[in-house]
Protein backbone atom coordinates (compact mmCIF):
# COMPACT_ATOMS: atom_id res chain seq x y z
CA UNK A 1 0.00 0.00 0.00
CA UNK A 2 2.64 2.15 0.59
CA UNK A 3 4.34 1.90 -2.88
CA UNK A 4 1.05 3.53 -4.41
CA UNK A 5 0.76 6.07 -1.76
CA UNK A 6 -1.75 4.71 0.52
CA UNK A 7 -1.44 4.67 3.80
CA UNK A 8 -4.48 3.30 5.46
CA UNK A 9 -5.49 0.48 8.28
CA UNK A 10 -5.84 -2.31 6.38
CA UNK A 11 -9.23 -2.92 8.64
CA UNK A 12 -10.71 -0.19 6.88
CA UNK A 13 -13.80 -0.54 5.49
CA UNK A 14 -14.20 -0.39 1.83
CA UNK A 15 -16.85 2.08 1.82
CA UNK A 16 -14.33 4.46 4.05
CA UNK A 17 -12.20 5.04 1.58
CA UNK A 18 -12.41 7.36 -1.58
CA UNK A 19 -13.12 6.37 -5.24
CA UNK A 20 -8.98 7.30 -6.07
CA UNK A 21 -8.03 5.11 -3.13
CA UNK A 22 -10.67 2.25 -4.26
CA UNK A 23 -8.55 2.36 -7.84
CA UNK A 24 -4.78 2.42 -5.80
CA UNK A 25 -5.63 -0.09 -3.58
CA UNK A 26 -6.57 -2.73 -7.35
CA UNK A 27 -3.07 -1.18 -8.31
CA UNK A 28 -1.90 -2.52 -5.26
CA UNK A 29 -3.28 -5.67 -5.55
CA UNK A 30 -1.65 -6.14 -8.88
CA UNK A 31 1.81 -5.26 -7.63
CA UNK A 32 1.71 -7.79 -4.76
CA UNK A 33 0.85 -10.29 -7.73
CA UNK A 34 4.46 -10.29 -8.88
CA UNK A 35 2.13 -10.18 -12.07
CA UNK A 36 4.15 -10.56 -15.50
CA UNK A 37 1.30 -8.68 -17.94
CA UNK A 38 -0.17 -5.90 -15.56
CA UNK A 39 -3.76 -4.53 -16.64
CA UNK A 40 -4.50 -0.87 -15.47
CA UNK A 41 -8.46 -0.58 -16.40
CA UNK A 42 -9.68 3.08 -16.26
CA UNK A 43 -6.39 3.67 -13.23
CA UNK A 44 -7.01 7.49 -14.18
CA UNK A 45 -10.33 7.86 -14.44
CA UNK A 46 -11.14 9.25 -10.63
CA UNK A 47 -7.33 10.26 -9.68
CA UNK A 48 -6.05 13.75 -8.97
CA UNK A 49 -3.36 15.42 -10.01
CA UNK A 50 -1.19 14.11 -7.42
CA UNK A 51 -2.37 10.40 -7.78
CA UNK A 52 -1.71 10.81 -11.34
CA UNK A 53 1.78 11.43 -11.06
CA UNK A 54 2.29 8.38 -8.85
CA UNK A 55 0.52 6.31 -11.42
CA UNK A 56 3.39 7.31 -13.69
CA UNK A 57 5.78 6.15 -10.78
CA UNK A 58 4.25 2.70 -10.75
CA UNK A 59 3.86 2.16 -14.07
CA UNK A 60 8.19 2.82 -14.09
CA UNK A 61 8.18 0.40 -11.00
CA UNK A 62 6.34 -2.47 -12.71
CA UNK A 63 9.05 -2.62 -15.22
CA UNK A 64 11.99 -1.99 -13.51
CA UNK A 65 10.38 -5.31 -11.25
CA UNK A 66 10.55 -7.20 -14.75
CA UNK A 67 6.37 -6.53 -16.02
CA UNK A 68 6.89 -7.98 -19.53
CA UNK A 69 3.84 -6.12 -20.80
CA UNK A 70 1.88 -3.26 -19.07
CA UNK A 71 -1.42 -2.15 -21.14
CA UNK A 72 -3.30 0.66 -19.56
CA UNK A 73 -7.69 1.38 -20.34
CA UNK A 74 -7.93 4.79 -19.79
CA UNK A 75 -11.67 6.65 -19.67
CA UNK A 76 -10.94 10.01 -20.95
CA UNK A 77 -11.94 12.73 -23.68
CA UNK A 78 -14.67 14.36 -25.22
CA UNK A 79 -17.69 12.32 -26.51
CA UNK A 80 -18.22 11.77 -29.86
CA UNK A 81 -15.29 14.16 -30.47
CA UNK A 82 -12.91 12.40 -32.80
CA UNK A 83 -9.64 13.74 -32.15
CA UNK A 84 -7.76 13.43 -28.56
CA UNK A 85 -7.48 16.28 -26.21
CA UNK A 86 -4.35 17.60 -25.37
CA UNK A 87 -4.69 16.50 -21.22
CA UNK A 88 -5.53 12.48 -23.58
CA UNK A 89 -2.44 12.97 -25.64
CA UNK A 90 -0.32 14.05 -22.52
CA UNK A 91 -1.03 10.87 -20.54
CA UNK A 92 -0.52 8.87 -22.81
CA UNK A 93 2.62 9.66 -23.64
CA UNK A 94 3.51 9.82 -20.43
CA UNK A 95 2.60 6.76 -19.97
CA UNK A 96 4.34 5.74 -22.52
CA UNK A 97 7.50 7.12 -21.27
CA UNK A 98 7.44 5.42 -17.59
CA UNK A 99 6.84 2.08 -19.57
CA UNK A 100 2.93 1.15 -20.50
CA UNK A 101 3.42 -1.07 -24.00
CA UNK A 102 -0.68 -0.43 -24.43
CA UNK A 103 -2.94 2.33 -24.08
CA UNK A 104 -6.24 1.43 -24.68
CA UNK A 105 -8.78 4.26 -24.68
CA UNK A 106 -12.62 4.42 -24.20
CA UNK A 107 -15.59 6.98 -23.30
CA UNK A 108 -15.67 9.15 -26.49
CA UNK A 109 -18.41 6.96 -28.19
CA UNK A 110 -16.48 7.21 -31.26
CA UNK A 111 -13.18 6.05 -33.00
CA UNK A 112 -10.59 8.31 -32.52
CA UNK A 113 -6.84 8.09 -33.89
CA UNK A 114 -4.09 5.46 -33.31
CA UNK A 115 -0.40 6.34 -32.65
CA UNK A 116 2.60 4.75 -32.35
CA UNK A 117 4.93 6.66 -30.18
CA UNK A 118 8.17 5.97 -28.88
CA UNK A 119 7.79 1.90 -28.86
CA UNK A 120 4.58 2.22 -27.41
CA UNK A 121 0.62 1.84 -29.24
CA UNK A 122 -1.73 4.53 -28.30
CA UNK A 123 -5.96 3.46 -28.88
CA UNK A 124 -7.29 6.82 -28.27
CA UNK A 125 -10.20 5.71 -28.43
CA UNK A 126 -12.16 2.31 -29.89
CA UNK A 127 -15.61 4.03 -29.80
CA UNK A 128 -18.78 1.48 -28.58
CA UNK A 129 -18.23 -2.38 -29.30
CA UNK A 130 -21.00 -3.95 -27.62
CA UNK A 131 -22.88 -1.09 -26.49
CA UNK A 132 -25.66 -1.65 -24.18
CA UNK A 133 -26.71 1.50 -23.33
CA UNK A 134 -28.15 2.61 -26.70
CA UNK A 135 -30.14 0.42 -29.01
CA UNK A 136 -29.65 2.99 -31.79
CA UNK A 137 -25.79 4.45 -31.53
CA UNK A 138 -25.44 7.93 -33.78
CA UNK A 139 -22.08 6.86 -34.74
CA UNK A 140 -21.75 3.13 -35.64
CA UNK A 141 -18.32 2.49 -36.58
CA UNK A 142 -15.65 0.20 -34.57
CA UNK A 143 -12.83 -1.82 -35.22
CA UNK A 144 -10.36 -4.70 -33.94
CA UNK A 145 -7.14 -3.45 -33.31
CA UNK A 146 -5.07 -6.99 -33.29
CA UNK A 147 -1.71 -5.87 -31.59
CA UNK A 148 1.50 -7.96 -32.67
CA UNK A 149 3.66 -8.24 -29.95
CA UNK A 150 7.73 -9.91 -30.28
CA UNK A 151 9.71 -11.79 -27.70
CA UNK A 152 13.53 -10.59 -28.56
CA UNK A 153 16.58 -13.60 -27.98
CA UNK A 154 17.43 -11.32 -24.66
CA UNK A 155 13.60 -12.51 -23.38
CA UNK A 156 12.10 -8.66 -24.22
CA UNK A 157 8.90 -7.92 -25.60
CA UNK A 158 7.52 -5.26 -27.81
CA UNK A 159 4.99 -3.81 -29.55
CA UNK A 160 5.77 -5.23 -33.30
CA UNK A 161 2.92 -3.34 -35.33
CA UNK A 162 -1.07 -3.72 -35.58
CA UNK A 163 -3.80 -4.59 -37.98
CA UNK A 164 -6.63 -2.98 -38.08
CA UNK A 165 -10.22 -4.80 -38.99
CA UNK A 166 -12.99 -1.77 -39.88
CA UNK A 167 -16.35 -2.93 -38.04
CA UNK A 168 -20.04 -2.02 -37.34
CA UNK A 169 -21.10 -2.37 -33.54
CA UNK A 170 -24.25 -4.30 -35.22
CA UNK A 171 -25.48 -6.77 -37.98
CA UNK A 172 -28.25 -5.12 -39.34
CA UNK A 173 -26.98 -2.12 -41.29
CA UNK A 174 -24.41 -4.34 -42.80
CA UNK A 175 -26.46 -7.28 -43.70
CA UNK A 176 -29.85 -5.45 -44.19
CA UNK A 177 -29.11 -1.92 -44.81
CA UNK A 178 -31.13 -1.19 -41.50
CA UNK A 179 -30.06 2.56 -39.31
CA UNK A 180 -33.60 3.10 -38.12
CA UNK A 181 -34.78 2.63 -34.27
CA UNK A 182 -33.46 -0.19 -32.87
CA UNK A 183 -31.13 -1.03 -35.22
CA UNK A 184 -28.03 -2.26 -32.74
CA UNK A 185 -28.59 -5.93 -32.26
CA UNK A 186 -25.15 -6.22 -29.95
CA UNK A 187 -23.05 -8.42 -32.60
CA UNK A 188 -20.36 -6.06 -34.05
CA UNK A 189 -19.67 -7.51 -37.37
CA UNK A 190 -16.55 -6.37 -39.82
CA UNK A 191 -17.56 -3.86 -42.74
CA UNK A 192 -17.05 -5.22 -46.63
CA UNK A 193 -13.54 -4.65 -47.47
CA UNK A 194 -13.04 -1.89 -49.51
CA UNK A 195 -16.91 -0.55 -49.16
CA UNK A 196 -17.32 3.00 -47.96
CA UNK A 197 -17.52 1.97 -44.78
CA UNK A 198 -14.50 0.35 -44.31
CA UNK A 199 -12.52 3.45 -45.21
CA UNK A 200 -14.72 5.38 -42.95
CA UNK A 201 -13.59 3.54 -40.21
CA UNK A 202 -9.93 3.86 -41.53
CA UNK A 203 -10.04 7.27 -41.85
CA UNK A 204 -11.09 7.52 -38.06
CA UNK A 205 -8.18 5.75 -37.24
CA UNK A 206 -5.35 7.89 -39.08
CA UNK A 207 -6.80 11.22 -37.80
CA UNK A 208 -7.45 11.97 -41.26
CA UNK A 209 -11.17 11.93 -40.85
CA UNK A 210 -13.58 15.41 -40.80
CA UNK A 211 -16.95 15.17 -39.43
CA UNK A 212 -19.64 16.91 -40.25
CA UNK A 213 -20.57 17.89 -36.80
CA UNK A 214 -19.18 16.40 -33.26
CA UNK A 215 -20.14 16.51 -29.50
CA UNK A 216 -22.26 15.95 -27.53
CA UNK A 217 -25.27 18.02 -26.73
CA UNK A 218 -26.58 17.28 -23.03
CA UNK A 219 -29.00 19.84 -22.61
CA UNK A 220 -31.99 18.21 -23.54
CA UNK A 221 -30.73 15.63 -20.84
CA UNK A 222 -30.31 18.36 -18.07
CA UNK A 223 -33.95 19.98 -19.03
CA UNK A 224 -35.59 17.02 -17.25
CA UNK A 225 -34.14 17.57 -14.54
CA UNK A 226 -34.09 21.83 -14.08
Known sequence: MDRVGIHRKPETLVQDISI???QMVEIAK???ANARIIIMDEPTSSLSVDETENLFKIIRQLK???ADYVVCILHWGKELVYSPTEDQVEIAHRCVEAGADLIYGSHSHCLQPI????GG???YSMGNWVFGGSTAPSDMDTAIVQIHVKRETDGSIRNDGYTVIPCCVSRRPVQEGYTGDNYNDYCPIPYPEGSEDYYRVLAKLDGTFV????G???SDVYAQYS
Request: charged share 50%.
Open 20 to 22: SEK
Open 30 to 32: ALA
Open 64 to 66: EDG
Open 115 to 118: EEYK
Open 121 to 123: IIL
Open 211 to 214: PDSE
Open 216 to 218: RDY
